[in-house]
């Protein structure tokens, strides 16, 4: 009797666990960097998107930490759908804190929820550093301590997804 008790409690929890990660229940949601392809001088647009799992994500904080031999950030703007002004109406602010990391926050005043796809862009110049001796390179952007409440104010576990820019040396004109 005892056995069978026991083996149908190990059924019971098997079963549980089973639909909590077929459910999707406890997943993490995505916040991801873009992937993005340039030549020297050129500014690059990477997009920082969300890829909610079941929660609902109202508002992000975080960094965003580069190489600023390779890149420096010229601006970061929020996407014109869920910005102000729309239903959803988020804000972007951003503030440079070293030469290699941005800090962000997205918020708005209402509770409205963050929807799945683009947050935010920035544009990235790639600099004539960026490339001494070889004909290309990647260099990693990543995401850096970033937090996201629900419409509560509760915390919202994200999983973060590293961006990166590969350079390439820009065509050189010369005389003939």
Not at 43 to 60: D, F, K, T
């Amino acid at each position: 009797m005892l056995r069978s008790t026991l083996l149908c409690a190990t059924a019971i929890v098997a079963f549980i666990v089973a639909m909590t990660v077929l459910s999707g229940f406890g997943a993490a949601q995505v916040l991801a960097l873009g992937h993005e392809t340039g030549r020297v001088g050129n500014v690059v647009a990477m997009e920082i998107s969300l890829h909610p799992a079941r929660a609902r994500v109202s508002a992000l904080v975080g960094g965003i930490q580069f190489d600023a031999d390779a890149v420096s950030i010229k601006t970061c703007t929020i996407n014109p759908a869920i910005g102000p002004g729309t239903a959803t109406g988020k804000v972007l602010s951003i503030a440079t804190t070293r030469p290699d990391l941005v800090r962000f926050v997205v918020y708005g005043l209402g509770q409205s929820v963050i929807p799945r796809g683009v947050v935010a862009t920035c544009d990235f110049a790639i600099l004539p550093t960026a490339l001494t001796s070889s004909k290309s390179r990647e260099t990693a952007v990543t995401l850096d301590e970033v937090s996201a409440a629900d419409p509560r104010g509760r915390a919202v576990d994200l999983e973060l997804k590293s961006g990166r820019i590969v350079i390439h040396r820009a065509p050189h004109i010369g005389r003939d």
